[in-house]
């Protein structure tokens, strides 16, 4: 079964960085992508980074020159390192991963940008 556990969110001051990470029950090899949504107060739930199998990765535009996700295979983690936080990044934010076919989304993290 697989299962993604996130860790690392809280509340931060404006400005300040932050950094996620999602661990993986499974190997991440053989995903087809993995990622980052997040959950804004309100509105829907929005992609903010992901990679794929082949390497590519792609950022929201207000994730663009802000935030970077990492990934390891053999630690099987997820990694989000955000910077420049502002209120608006306020979220709860998950973790996902697309195997074999189907999703799977960790139970997410909240952040709480506010001065």
């Known amino acids: 079964q697989v299962q993604l556990v996130e860790s690392g969110g809280g509340l931060v001051q404006p400005g300040d960085s932050l950094s996620l990470s999602c661990s993986a029950s499974?190997?991440?090899?053989?995903?087809?992508?993995v990622g980052w949504d997040r959950q804004i107060p309100g509105k829907g739930r929005e992609m903010v980074a992901h990679?794929?199998?082949?390497?590519?990765?792609t950022y929201s535009d207000s994730a663009s020159g802000r935030f970077t996700i990492s990934s390891d295979n053999a630690k099987k983690t997820i990694d989000l390192h955000m910077t420049g936080l502002t209120p608006e990044d306020t979220a709860v934010y998950y973790c996902?991963?697309?195997?074999?076919?189907?999703?799977?989304w960790g139970q997410g993290t909240q952040v709480t940008v506010s001065s």
């Open positions: 499974v190997t991440l090899a053989g995903a087809a992508i």
């Open positions: 990679i794929t199998g082949s390497g590519l990765i």
């Open positions: 996902y991963l697309l195997i074999e076919g189907r999703y799977y």
